[in-house]
Nanobody
Framework: QGKVVESGGGLVQPGGSLRLSCTAFGRASGGPVMAWFRQAPGKEREFVASIRWRGSSTYYSDSVKGRFTITRVNGESTISLQMDNLLVEDTANYYC????????????????????WGKGTTVTVST
């Protein structure tokens, strides 16, 4: 069995910062890619950021590029998402995901590449 666990959500004012963390356990760990997705109320789940273990290549959606930074903890199946200059439209449930298949890293922004999903952590940006 494997699982993915997120932490770090909360309430922040516009322009503020939050840091999310995620760790993959068991069979969810050791794969070629991990990623963050988000889903706002009434909207579909969308890609936020991902990182390939090999070469540490990173990918970002246009809406967060320049404001969010995804990093990995070397030697561990742990990633973080530093979110700066948060906007009201960043409000959503944020989900961490891990791809375990050998071809998961070929499409690092696609939900179909991910095999394990966390339960999500809520980020609310509001005055």
């Amino acid at each position: 069995q494997g699982k993915v666990v997120e932490s770090g959500g909360g309430l922040v004012q516009p322009g503020g910062s939050l840091r999310l963390s995620c760790t993959a356990f068991g069979r969810a760990s050791g794969g070629p890619v991990m990623a963050w997705f988000r889903q706002a109320p009434g909207k579909e789940r969308e890609f936020v950021a991902s990182i390939r273990w090999r070469g540490s290549s990173t990918y970002y959606s246009d809406s967060v590029k320049g404001r969010f930074t995804i990093t990995r903890v070397n030697g561990e199946s742990t990633i973080s998402l530093q979110m700066d200059n948060l906007l009201v439209e960043d409000t959503a449930n944020y989900y961490c995901a891990a791809g375990r298949r050998s071809d998961s890293s070929a499409y690092p922004t696609d939900t179909r590449s991910m095999d394990y999903w966390g339960k999500g952590t809520t980020v609310t940006v509001s005055t």
